[in-house]
Antibody, heavy 123, light 108 residues
């Protein structure tokens, strides 16, 4: 059974750093595209970053240069390093798996999501 | 940048049909996916690749995409369909994933 479990959220001061983790089970994070998606309180979904199976990464303009996505295959875990945090980064952060049937190219829709972890940036 | 426009809210009576739209210039040439999100829960995929339905999603949910509008159609709406719905595409020009602003479906 596929599961994604995010941890690492909490209350941070502006300018601080935080690392989120997403522990995966039931599949290998290195064989799928993986993304982080956030949702500010009462707002819509906001894509943050993606890491391809080959290691290529892309970021939303709002976080580029401040956030870094990575993974550890030995721990089967996805990470999001968040630096220079701002109040507008306050959100529930979800990790999500992109669909891949094992052949060809993965698709860009999400077939599994974690339950999310709340990051609050406030002084 | 790629912007997906969804109406903030749609209301429908039980048993009726809800049409949720997602607009963008020439969205018909892109592939659109739809998610349902109930309060306090993670999103759930309801339609992928414009028209396909994941296993476990009722046949009442269907999708279409042409011209400047993609549409999620929910037939015979039930109280349990009340949720927020988001459309999503991958913008290959900017290498960004894009969500629409979401539509809150209210079942009267």
């Amino acid at each position: 059974e596929v599961q994604l479990v995010e941890t690492g959220g909490g209350l941070m001061q502006p300018g601080g750093s935080l690392r989120l983790s997403c522990a995966a089970s039931g599949f290998n994070v290195s064989t799928h595209y993986m993304s982080w998606v956030r949702q500010a309180p009462g707002k819509g979904l906001d894509w943050v970053s993606i890491i391809y199976s080959g290691g290529t990464t892309y970021y939303a303009d709002s976080v580029k240069g401040r956030f870094t996505i990575s993974r550890d295959s030995s721990k089967n875990t996805l990470y999001l390093q968040m630096n220079s945090l701002r109040a507008e980064d306050t959100a529930v952060y979800y990790c999500a798996r992109h669909f891949y049937d094992g052949s060809g190219i993965p698709d860009y829709y999400f077939d599994y999501w974690g339950q999310g972890t709340l990051v609050t940036v406030s002084s | 940048s790629y912007v997906l426009t969804q109406p903030p809210s749609v209301s429908v009576a039980p048993g009726e049909t809800a049409k949720l739209t997602c607009g963008a210039n020439n969205i018909g040439i892109d592939t659109v996916h739809w998610y349902q999100q109930r309060p306090g829960q993670a999103p759930v995929l309801v339609v992928y690749d414009d028209t396909d339905r994941p296993s476990g999603i009722p046949e009442r949910f269907s999708g279409s995409n042409s011209g400047n509008t993609a549409t999620l159609t929910i037939s015979r709406v039930e109280a349990g369909d009340e949720a927020d719905y988001y459309c999503q595409v991958w913008d290959s020009h900017s290498d960004h994933l894009v969500f629409g602003g979401g539509t809150k479906l209210t079942v009267l």
